[in-house]
T-cell receptor, first 117, second 116 residues
Framework: NAGVMQNPRHLVRRRGQEARLRCSPMKGHSHVYWYRQLPEEGLKFMVYLQKENIIDESGMPKERFSAEFPKEGPSILRIQQVVRGDSAAYFC???????????????FGAGSRLTVL | AQTVTQSQPEMSVQEAETVTLSCTYDTSESDYYLFWYKQPPSRQMILVIRQEAYKQQNATENRFSVNFQKAAKSFSLKISDSQLGDAAMYFCAYRTTQGGSEKLVFGKGTKLTVNP
């Protein structure tokens, strides 16, 4: 079991460009969560997705950020027209297919570090 | 909204000694889950220990144990016989049982240094 796979591990973009971060959940997991970690901070929830559905996007900035989890393929976090303040580590986590339950434990990927020049 | 506070930005401990990391949280819910995650320099988030709020018994995982004080909304992590590999950022996290989401609320973390 390969775990939660995130790529790229490091991404450098210039201001105004687009950043796309990918996340493949663990085998058998269909719930995906994205978190952002700013320097010297804890992780902050951004969005929770199931296949083809956004369940909770209460932590997503209103503009420039979007996320999807298609029927086939990885989940994508997309940041348009990046600014320096978007520089952070972005973590994906997944949990099992079964109905969300307190018994489930999120498994995290190793994160993608975005640097905006 | 729930909040999690870790009041110690940094802690250090001698190898083989014991250290306790503090965490407090604020919630109006009666049932919830609490977690400690470790983040080594590799940045991988690793689950250390989990506590269900309805359980009075403190969770234990080998050298790691918690002191869960529900009334005080306190959830400290004790690391016994500290090892060099324990050096990392440690994050306390809260999860609601409401709303069908497994969303976690994290504290800002405590950086633990282990001195040989």
């Amino acid at each position: 079991n390969a775990g939660v796979m995130q790529n790229p591990r490091h991404l450098v973009r210039r201001r105004g460009q687009e950043a796309r971060l990918r996340c493949s959940p663990m085998k058998g997991h269909s719930h995906v969560y994205w978190y952002r970690q700013l320097p010297e901070e804890g992780l902050k929830f951004m969005v929770y997705l199931q296949k083809e559905n956004i369940i909770d996007e209460s932590g997503m900035p209103k503009e420039r950020f979007s996320a999807e989890f298609p029927k086939e393929g990885p989940s994508i976090l997309r940041i348009q027209q990046v600014v320096r303040g978007d520089s952070a580590a972005y973590f994906c986590a997944s949990s099992p297919n079964r109905r969300p339950s307190g018994a489930n434990v999120l498994t995290f990927g190793a994160g993608s570090r975005l640097t905006v020049l | 909204a729930q909040t999690v506070t870790q009041s110690q930005p940094e802690m250090s401990v001698q190898e083989a000694e014991t250290v306790t990391l503090s965490c407090t949280y604020d919630t109006s819910e009666s049932d919830y889950y609490l977690f400690w995650y470790k983040q080594p320099p590799s940045r991988q988030m690793i689950l250390v220990i989990r506590q269900e709020a309805y359980k009075q018994q403190n969770a234990t995982e080998n050298r790691f144990s918690v002191n869960f004080q529900k009334a005080a909304k306190s959830f400290s992590l004790k690391i016994s016989d500290s090892q060099l590999g324990d050096a990392a950022m440690y994050f306390c996290a809260y999860r609601t049982t409401q709303g069908g989401s497994e969303k976690l609320v994290f504290g800002k973390g405590t950086k633990l240094t282990v001195n040989p």
